[in-house]
Each structure stands twice: as structure tokens, then as C-alpha cells.
């Protein structure tokens, strides 16, 4: 009996290793795998695909139609990266049918290229085509910094009477400001460029009891 457990825990010590270099094994599989799918990928087909694509004629409505969708999800602040991959293999995969009809079997086949090679040509538009899809995001950053930089904090006092008005005004014409009492007046700071200072100061002129200490 002795020896038959020995010899259990021997048969269990040798399962364990092979299960171990059956597990090692996969894990090498799999890591062949990965370098066999970059290995699949063909620059050449790559390189020419992405210089023939963005000169395709029949091509200019679905890229330009793609790029002002993307840029419609970024203003809407809905743009997902994966999706947009997504887009851009529909484009690389019409290229691809395009090229091979005029250049390959004539059938317009996807069948010319393996998948990670339409797919990379898909991630180098996606990237050729980042700046378009990415300009107006970019220029109305720009336009709120400028802006930005031309405003200032001033100041003025009013009565209530006047604030209430006065509230209403900044609300409605999107100031920002900021007000807290000021013995029987109200403090009023506002954050303005120079038209919004044009705009403030008109519409103080008009109040009833005038504006104190308002800043020209």
C-alpha cells in the first residue's frame, strides 16, 4: 500500500508536468500565432493600396461621406475609435474590389489580399485621413483659446432692482459672471472680450437708476 501511494503521487507529479508543457506549449502556439498574422501582413500591397485608394475616382463620395460623418460624431462628442476603424475598412475593402477590377482577376474580388493586410490598410487611411476628420475639432479649439485670451474680469454695481434685469441679460447672452452683496448694492463680475463689454455696457445705459462704478 505504501509503495502504491508513492507511486500515486509520482503519476500525479508526472500529469502535472505534462500539463505544464502542454499549457507552455499553446502559450508558444499562440505567440506564433500572433507573429504569423504580422508576418501575413504585405507592405508592398499595403503601400500601393493606400497611394491607389485616396486617387480612385468612383472612391471620393464614400471617403469624403466618411470623413464628414466622423466629423459629425466628434462634434456630437460620440466618435469611438473602433468604430471608426470600422468605417475605414469599408472604404479599404471598396479599394481593394476597385483595384482588383481594374488591375487584378477583373471581378472585383476581396480575395487578392488576406485580412490583416485589408485591415492594415484600413488603419493607414484611418490614420492619412486623421487630420480631416479631426480639422474642425481642432479649429474651434483654437477659436475658443483665442477668444479665451481676449476676455477679462470686470466689475460694476447695481441695485437689486437693476440685477434682476441685469441676471437675465447674462444668462440670456451666455456671460459668464459671478455677484455677491455689496452692503444695499450687488457686486456683479462678469467675463467678457470687448464686444460682450459693448453689449453689457449699452444695456446698463439703459437701466432706470444707471450703473455704478461700471468700468469702461
Known amino acids: 500500500m505504501k509503495n502504491r501511494k508513492r507511486f500515486i503521487k509520482e503519476e ?31 507592405e508592398d500591397d499595403v503601400r500601393e493600396l493606400t497611394l491607389f485608394i485616396p486617387n480612385a475616382a468612383p472612391l ?33 475593402d471598396a479599394g481593394i474590389k476597385l483595384y482588383d477590377k481594374w488591375y487584378g482577376s477583373g471581378r472585383g474580388s476581396l480575395t487578392m489580399l488576406d485580412k490583416p493586410t485589408r485591415h492594415e490598410i484600413a ?28 476676455k477679462r474680469w470686470l466689475n460694476t454695481e447695481v441695485t437689486k432692482d437693476e440685477y434682476k434685469k441685469l441676471k437675465k441679460f447674462l444668462v440670456d447672452n451666455d456671460i459668464k459672471h459671478e455677484a455677491s452683496g455689496a452692503y444695499n448694492l450687488i457686486h456683479v463680475e462678469v467675463y467678457v472680450d470687448e464686444y460682450e463689454k459693448k453689449k453689457l455696457n449699452d444695456f446698463l445705459d439703459t437701466l432706470d437708476e444707471g450703473c455704478h462704478g461700471r468700468r469702461k
Do not use: C, P
Open 12 to 42: 500525479k507529479g508526472s500529469m502535472y508536468d505534462l500539463m505544464r508543457a502542454v499549457e507552455d506549449r499553446i502559450y508558444d502556439l499562440e505567440d506564433d500565432f500572433s507573429e504569423s498574422l504580422d508576418e501575413a501582413v504585405s
Open 60 to 92: 471620393s463620395t464614400a471617403i469624403n461621406a466618411t470623413i464628414d460623418n466622423l466629423k459629425r460624431k466628434i462634434k456630437r462628442g460620440v466618435y469611438d475609435e473602433d468604430k471608426a476603424i470600422k468605417a475605414w475598412e469599408n472604404i479599404a
Open 123 to 150: 488603419i493607414r487611411l484611418m490614420d492619412d485621413y486623421d487630420e480631416q476628420v479631426h480639422e474642425d475639432d481642432v479649429q474651434e479649439s483654437l477659436r475658443l483659446r483665442e477668444e479665451e485670451s481676449d
